[in-house]
């Protein structure tokens, strides 16, 4: 007897229906980018103290320039010979022949060179005088010990002034030596290099280390009040 396997037959379980994968959600970043614009705003000077170099500066140069120009502009009176020359401008006797564009040499011939520069020493100085005349009029009481200081817009005058004169001063001076230079130093080339060295060289330098200085630090000073806040792009990850 042929026995038969009874039993229900599983029926095959049809695979289940493909389904469309959803795509895989690719983690994205999403960058956005915010522009930060500065409001422009009227460039001033807000406060403005002179600084100890600046008035030693002064205290010193403006004496001397005065006594220079006089020589010039008083120029023969004020030469050895001259009703002048005792005792105020004696030692431009010496300079007068160590420099001869302050000497007898370049007078006779009439080179205007040293009446140029003497004339442009009174509107240097006057520039100068106004600087202090704004600082002194202008300027807040300050504490005790404290330096006074100029704000709002006489400080913004004093400033754009005194920087003027000091690029004024500086650039004269460069002018002097460079006259000199495309001169094939015929004023001062019959002296000896000790002698150019410590009566040429030294005192006129003076004329372009200190402006050069000053003119770096009030330049830092203005720039810090007048150049605004760049402006700034930050980047934000969501």
């Not at 007897?1 to 095959?12: F, L, N």
């Not at 004269?172 to 006259?179: A, D, E, R």
């Amino acid at each position: 007897m042929v026995q038969t396997r009874s039993g229900s037959v599983a029926r095959a379980t049809p695979p289940p229906p493909a389904t469309r994968s959803s795509p895989t959600a690719a983690t994205t970043t999403k960058t956005t980018a915010t522009t930060t614009t500065t409001t422009p705003h009227t460039a001033t000077i807000i406060s403005h103290t002179p600084s100890t170099a600046t008035l030693a500066w002064l205290a010193v140069s403006l004496p001397l320039v005065a006594w220079d120009t006089g020589y010039i502009l008083l120029r023969p009176r004020s030469m050895p010979g001259g009703d002048l020359h005792w005792p105020l401008w004696v030692p431009y006797d010496l300079y007068g022949r160590v420099d001869h564009i302050y000497g007898f040499k370049q007078w006779h011939l009439n080179n205007g060179f040293t009446a140029a520069q003497g004339s442009l020493n009174i509107i240097e100085s006057l520039m100068y005088l106004y600087y202090l005349y704004v600082w002194s009029s202008s300027a807040a009481p300050a504490g005790s010990g404290a330096r006074a200081a100029v704000t709002g817009r006489p400080a913004a005058r004093a400033v754009l002034v005194l920087f003027s004169a000091l690029v004024m001063t500086l650039s004269k001076t460069i002018l002097y030596w460079l006259n000199e230079s495309w001169s094939g130093f015929d004023n001062i080339g019959h002296n000896t290099a000790r002698d150019v060295c410590f009566l040429w060289v030294v005192p006129n330098g003076l004329w372009i280390i200190f402006p050069g200085y000053l003119i770096y630090k009030l330049g830092t000073e203005i720039m810090e009040d007048l150049v605004p806040s760049s402006t700034r792009t930050s980047f934000k990850t969501e």
